[in-house]
């Protein structure tokens, strides 16, 4: 604001010194500063006041201000106002004021611009920042979700090993739990990680679980290698693979196996899981829990955050058939290699 009203004052004394050069300099000064300061504390006092409002009221405050400022050296030279003077011409005058208080008129609507540009831009970053804010909340939110499920399951496994005295295994489970959890706490929540080490994350998850099911359960691994180095969200397929073992693995006697997959297709990376447990029904696979529930909705969630609609997940199935959970979203390169 200071900055303007010096612009503004010496842009004001200059013009109408040049332009009266006949007169005491020091008058005009005084006079285009007092009209100035005026200016200054009426748009101060306008800051909060709608801008429709302002280019209705502007025509008037700079006619106002214009007033005021040839008064005031009407004063300075004659001691009167310039309709006390005997050869006023009120035709003259009239067109004197309507021609200067264009001048500030100008100076009024630029000084909004440039107040209401600066706070524009300063509320856009705020609001930015905000929304980058709640963004994150959201992520640590859905990111967080699968832990206390999945460290329930574990410890569970762990206690029924060790009521089997099955300590070797109990053991190497904990090992196992130890390594992903030191992953989960050395990854913040909205980031992403080369596919390669997702997935040795992911095995060590399925370690654990081979140990629960002991034979009940194997894993297979189709990698695209050139996939292997692109990045996708942090432990975004764990809610995947806990389904498949909750729905299939859990449900069959023998031979519940996940299948693991990546492809690279037009700039798009692919993941999926599948299993060979009893599947579902067309029908079913939009209301069963092992489509709609909470596990899948917040690998849903997660990618809405983080890509929009660059981003979707699809969820398929047959009766006898098992259930496949592939996530797609665009392919983004790992700066370093893994």
Partial sequence: MAVFTVIVWGVSIVTRYVLFEGWDGSSVVLAGFAATVLLWIIATLLKRVPLLLILVLGPLIAVFVEIFHWELISLSFNGQFSWQLDHFDARRYAIGVYMWSLFYLVL??????????????????????????????????????????????????????????????????????????RFSLDNTPNAKIPLQTE???????????????????????????????????????????????????????????????????????????????????????????????????????????????????NVSSELGQGVEVSVTIPAEATKRKV
């Fill in 199 to 313: 997935i040795e994350i992911i095995k060590e998850y399925l370690e654990i679980e081979e140990i629960r099911f002991s034979e009940k359960l194997s894993t297979e691994f189709d990698i695209d290698p050139d996939t292997l180095n692109l990045l996708v969200p942090s432990l975004i397929l764990q809610p995947a693979i806990e389904n498949a073992i909750k729905y299939a693995v859990a449900a069959m006697k023998e031979n519940g196996i996940i299948r693991i997959t990546s492809s690279l297709s037009q700039r798009r990376l692919t993941v999926s899981v599948a299993d060979n447990g009893p599947g579902m029904s067309v029908e079913k696979t939009s209301k069963d829990k092992a489509s709609s529930g909470i596990g899948l909705t917040n690998m849903r969630e997660r990618l809405a955050v983080i890509y929009g609609t660059n981003a979707y997940m």
């Fill in 108 to 181: 009024l609507l630029g000084y909004f611009a440039i107040f209401n540009y600066f706070r524009f831009t300063r509320e856009a970053a705020i609001s930015s920042k905000a929304k980058l804010h709640a963004h994150d909340a959201q992520l640590k939110m859905l990111r967080y979700q699968i832990n206390p499920h999945f460290l329930f399951n574990t410890l569970n496994s762990v206690s029924a090993l060790l009521l089997d005295n099955k300590n070797q295994r109990a053991e190497q489970m904990i090992d196992n739990l130890s390594n992903f959890l």
